[in-house]
């Protein structure tokens, strides 16, 4: 069965520095893995998606992750934090060749000033 | 377009009433999706529409009925609310149900209390 484990529950950086937000995940076949954020009383935004293409995938607003098979990671990262990236992050993996979406239990992101 | 939309925004409810949650995609998909949201824990999938005249239970659809009204329209009843009901619900759709290269577009959210 499929599973996605977000190590990090709560997060804060400041503003300017980097963010690191990890995913591990658990998968029988190539998964298809994404990042969805939601920001406070929002609906869920894609970020970017990874579909066996190239490891390293670039998403809006800077962020980007990068698919490491041998460790079972897609750690979603952005160099520098701004105000507007407080919200809550979710890991996402797909059962091969279906849309069905198994969700991690998001990391919440804090900015400070 | 506006996207994934979702009604009502808002609704509480006593033990026992029942409610339909609404639900509507202008992006011509074939695919939606019912998902519940509960502190801490990531969405999980109620129902499913793959195409049009087809719905499937998904992780969580115990106490839950849905509806495929035609292919712009998705909705998810209750008919006997629970407090372990209490939760935010998010409709989503998909152009496609299989290939996992599909990306789910979300609606707002509806949050339901239930007393």
């Known amino acids: 069965a499929q599973s996605v484990t977000q190590l990090d529950s709560h997060v804060s950086v400041s503003e300017g520095t980097p963010v690191l937000l990890r995913c591990n995940y658990s998968?029988?076949?190539?998964?298809?893995l994404f990042w969805y954020v939601q920001h406070p009383n929002k609906g869920l935004q894609l970020l970017l998606k990874y579909t066996s293409a190239a490891t390293l995938v670039k998403g809006i607003n800077g962020f980007e992750a990068e698919f490491k098979k041998s460790e079972t990671s897609f750690h979603l990262t952005k160099p520098s934090a701004h105000m507007s990236d407080a919200a809550e992050y979710f890991c996402?993996?797909?059962?091969?060749?279906?849309?069905?979406?198994?969700f991690g239990a998001g990391t919440r992101l804090a900015v400070h000033p | 377009n506006a996207g994934v939309t979702q009604t009502p925004k808002f609704q509480v409810l006593k033990t026992g009433q029942s409610m339909t949650l609404q639900c509507a995609q202008d992006?011509?998909?074939?695919?939606m999706y019912w998902y519940r949201q509960d502190p801490g824990m990531g969405l999980r999938l109620i129902y499913y529409s793959a195409s049009e005249g087809t719905t499937d239970k998904g992780e969580v659809p115990n106490g839950y009925n849905v509806s495929r009204l035609n292919k712009r329209e998705f909705s998810l009843r209750l008919e006997s609310a629970a407090p372990s009901q209490t939760s935010v619900y998010f409709c989503?759709?998909?152009?496609?149900?299989?290939?996992?290269?599909?990306?789910?577009?979300f609606g707002p959210g509806t949050r339901l209390l239930v007393l």
């Open positions: 998968s029988s076949y190539s998964p298809s």
């Open positions: 996402v993996v797909s059962e091969s060749g279906y849309n069905k979406l198994i």
């Open positions: 992006m011509n998909h074939n695919s």
């Open positions: 989503a759709s998909s152009e496609l149900w299989t290939g996992a290269k599909e990306t789910q577009y």
